[in-house]
Structures are given as C-alpha cells and as structure tokens.
Nanobody, 119 residues
Framework: QVNLVESGGGLVQAGGSLRLSCAASGRAMANYVLGWHRQAPEKEREIVAA????????YYADSVKGRFTISRDNARNTVYLQMNSLNPEDTGVYYC????????????WGQGTQVTVSS
C-alpha cells in the first residue's frame, strides 16, 4: 500500500510562488513515475507535470511550461512542484500521483491540496 500526502498549498497573489511537496510512504518510489495533476472548479482533472524514474526526464503541460518545475528526491521519497508566476487560472486542487513503469494509468493518488491564486 502506498500513501501519498501533499502539502504546501495555500492562497497567493497573482505573480507569486508556491512549492508543493508530496511525501510517499509504504514503498520506495524510485522506480515510479511521479506526477502532479490539478482540478479547477467545474473542470476535469488535468496533468500538470510528471517526472520519470532514472535519469532526469520530465513532462509539462503547455500552460505551465517555463513557470513550474517538478523535481524528486528519491532518498526522501518525495516529489516537489515549484510554481512561479502564478495566475488565477492556476487555481485548483493539486493532486500528487504515482504510477509503475509501463502502467497506462496512475496507480496511486494523494488527497489533494488547494491552491488559490487571487488577482
């Protein structure tokens, strides 16, 4: 059983920054793909960023490229999302997720953390 716990959300003004953290427990996540998704009010959940196991390789949604940075610390079993230049469209619940290599779907999800960007 894998447990993912997000932290770091909050209220920030447009142009500000937040750093989200997701700590995993129950299993070493070094061989897992780790990702951040978000769900804005009345919208479907979308992937924001993902980071792959092994050599650094990552994916970003077009809407966050150049503003968000995903990173991982396998020793701490933690994945981070540094969010800069935030705008109101970034508001939503941010979820951490993990999936096994080769999996077509995300196997584990956190409970989410709220990010609110005021204009």
């Amino acid at each position: 059983q894998v447990n993912l716990v997000e932290s770091g959300g909050g209220l920030v003004q447009a142009g500000g920054s937040l750093r989200l953290s997701c700590a995993a427990s129950g299993r070493a996540m070094a061989n897992y793909v780790l990702g951040w998704h978000r769900q804005a009010p009345e919208k479907e959940r979308e992937i924001v960023a993902a980071i792959y196991a092994g050599p650094t390789s990552s994916y970003y949604a077009d809407s966050v490229k150049g503003r968000f940075t995903i990173s991982r610390d396998n020793a701490r079993n933690t994945v981070y999302l540094q969010m800069n230049s935030l705008n109101p469209e970034d508001t939503g619940v941010y979820y951490c997720a993990a999936k096994c290599r080769g999996s077509n779907s995300w196997n584990y999800w956190g409970q989410g953390t709220q990010v609110t960007v005021s204009s």
